[in-house]
């Protein structure tokens, strides 16, 4: 995989979780700390529990096997539709969206898919991870439930599994949050949600 990695250019990588050798778990860790490449993970491992550890991990989607190969392609053909920049493709989140968001001195740019930190850093987002924010960032003060952050992140073509939002904010908070296990940016609504509490700000001049 690694050699493959720096010979193509690789548009999204499927990894089965019961590998000979390093497992892929280990293999998606590892590919998070060197790439925001898209990642399916494949396992007959059904469990919630291996379902949240894999999106934890940086998974973008996750197939408890069997499935239908027909499913497979749907998953795939949405994920590279949420990952690739300037798509204008309905079932893409941030289709056609530009300019920068600015909420609490972080700057998100719609445009280039760039999160900037208050001192000016690209924080690495994953595609789950950057479209989530955004729909936080455009619905800010609003309670949001995790079918509304699935419909505005997944679009409608996923199946809904309400934990992998849980897996994403708590990802989310470990980037943008002073503190994660007291957050402030995003509050969690008991019985309700989520709610993205800063004001955030409109530019169409694009981040530096």
């Not at 069997?66 to 989140?93: C, Y």
């Not at 199946?159 to 940016?185: C, G, H, N, W, Y």
Request: include cysteine; charge should be neutral.
């Amino acid at each position: 995989m690694r050699r493959a990695l720096g010979d193509w250019n690789i548009d999204l990588v499927i990894l089965d979780l019961m590998l000979p050798g390093e497992d892929g778990l280990s293999l998606c860790r590892d590919l998070r700390t060197r790439s925001q490449i898209p990642v399916i993970m494949l396992t007959i491992m059904g469990e919630e529990t291996d379902r949240i550890v894999g999106l934890e991990m940086g998974a973008d989607d996750y197939i408890p096997k069997p499935f239908n190969p027909r499913e497979l392609l749907a998953r795939i053909k949405a994920v590279l539709r949420r990952t690739r920049h300037g798509t204008t493709t309905s079932g893409d989140p941030a289709a056609g969206h530009t300019g920068v968001l600015g909420f609490a001195g972080w700057k998100l740019d719609l445009t280039r898919r760039h999160l900037f930190s208050p001192a000016g850093l690209v924080v690495d987002l994953t595609s789950g991870e950057f479209d989530l924010l955004v729909a936080f960032a455009e619905h800010p003060r609003r309670v949001l439930s995790r079918d509304q952050l699935l419909d505005l992140t997944h679009g409608r073509c996923e199946t809904p599994f309400d934990r992998s939002i849980d897996m994403q904010v708590s990802r989310l908070r470990r980037k943008i949050e002073a503190d994660p296990k007291q957050p402030e940016l995003i509050k969690t609504v008991r019985g309700g949600g989520y709610m993205f509490t800063p004001s955030v700000t409109k530019d169409e001049i694009a981040a530096p």
